[in-house]
């Protein structure tokens, strides 16, 4: 089944203790992308791959770090989290963006 | 500033009701609009617009795209409880693609 693939689902974790979300897509899409969505604030770009050790950075950045050193996976690395990250982080992939992006299920992460 | 308004930012209708949403959005390097659905979970893609007056249609649902006045609609007629869900505008506003923009989305509730 293709799918896009992020764990944990849910984690609960304590300020500046390292994590790493995963995403993993088995549709060899090029491109891959990490948002968070907050209430009133909607779905913000942290960022994006458009392909194998190439990324660049969304609108939130700060507080993050990604690798795309293989083409189906994109972690999500949070070096030392902070409560402001507490929110619901998507992993998305796309063959290409004219064809919109397949949304992974969630990871839903609070930082205390 | 680069940005995506939708409207409205709610709105209640009576199964059979046509609805039209509204995304307007101002970026700087305009490449494509995306809508998408969310109910609960995570987005799902609805269409994707590059050209100005060209509808998109999928069963009841339709878009379409003006250039121009930059803003885009999607209309669903004949409403059904399963429409209910919260409907996500973006925009890539990247030269080769993957950098997007969302709105805050237009939650939509119908009754039976």
């Known amino acids: 089944e293709a799918q896009v693939t992020q764990n944990p689902r849910y984690l609960i974790t304590v300020t500046g203790k390292k994590l790493t979300v995963t995403c993993s897509q088995n549709?060899?899409?090029?491109?891959m992308s990490w948002y968070r969505q907050d209430p009133g604030l909607g779905l913000r770009q942290i960022y994006y791959s458009m392909n194998v050790e190439v990324t660049d950075k969304g609108d939130v950045p700060e507080g993050y770090k990604v690798s795309r050193k293989e083409k189906r996976n994109f972690p999500l690395i949070l070096e030392s989290p902070s409560p402001n990250q507490t929110s619901l982080y998507f992993c998305?992939?796309?063959?290409?963006?004219?064809?919109?992006?397949?949304f992974g299920s969630g990871t839903r992460l609070t930082v205390v | 500033e680069d940005k995506v308004v939708q409207s409205p930012l709610s709105l209640v209708v009576h199964e059979g009701d046509t609805v039209t949403l509204n995304c307007s959005y101002e970026v700087t390097n305009f490449r494509s609009l995306l809508w998408y659905k969310q109910e609960k979970k995570a987005p799902t893609f609805l269409f994707m617009l590059?050209?100005?007056?060209i509808e998109k249609k999928s069963g009841r649902l339709s878009s379409i795209l003006d250039k121009k006045e930059l803003f885009s609609i999607l209309n669903i007629t004949a409403t059904q409880t399963g429409d209910s869900a919260v409907y996500l505008c973006a925009v890539d506003w990247s030269n080769q693609g993957g950098k997007l923009i969302f709105g805050q989305g237009t939650e939509l509730s119908v009754k039976p």
């Open positions: 590059t050209s100005s007056g």
């Open positions: 998305a992939s796309s063959q290409d963006t004219d064809y919109g992006y397949t």
């Open positions: 549709m060899n899409h090029e491109y």
